[in-house]
Nanobody
Framework: QVRLVESGGGLVQPGGSLRLSCAAS????????MGWYRQAPGTQRELVAT???????TYADSVKGRFTISRDNAKNTVYLQMDSLKAEDTAVYYC???????????????????WGQGTQVTISS
């Protein structure tokens, strides 16, 4: 069983900062890409940032220069440092991991995407 557990959400004023964490646990052989997505009420889930196992990052245009994604491969954890937060950043943030379980290696199956349960981020004065 694989689980992704997010933490670090909350309420912060515009211009403030938050740091989200997401730890993957369970029987994992290797984790490929990890990322953060968000979904505001009435909208579709959108990509925020991704990071490869080697550390290559991508960002949505709306967060470039304000958010920083990083990961600790030894801890199977991905982080999202969010600075200069705006009201439009308000959403539920979900982490994602594309990973292989030992059984996937044994049976030569492709990697699977796993999702966390989401953490609420609210930007308001």
């Amino acid at each position: 069983q694989v689980r992704l557990v997010e933490s670090g959400g909350g309420l912060v004023q515009p211009g403030g900062s938050l740091r989200l964490s997401c730890a993957a646990s369970g029987t994992i052989a290797s984790i490929n890409g990890m990322g953060w997505y968000r979904q505001a009420p009435g909208t579709q889930r959108e990509l925020v940032a991704t990071i490869t196992k080697g550390g290559t990052t991508t960002y949505a245009d709306s967060v470039k220069g304000r958010f920083t994604i990083s990961r600790d491969n030894a801890k199977n954890t991905v982080y999202l440092q969010m600075d200069s937060l705006k009201a439009e950043d308000t959403a539920v943030y979900y982490c994602n991991a594309n990973l292989l379980r030992p059984s996937d290696l044994l049976y030569r199956r492709p990697p699977t995407d796993y999702w966390g349960q989401g953490t609420q981020v609210t930007i308001s004065s």
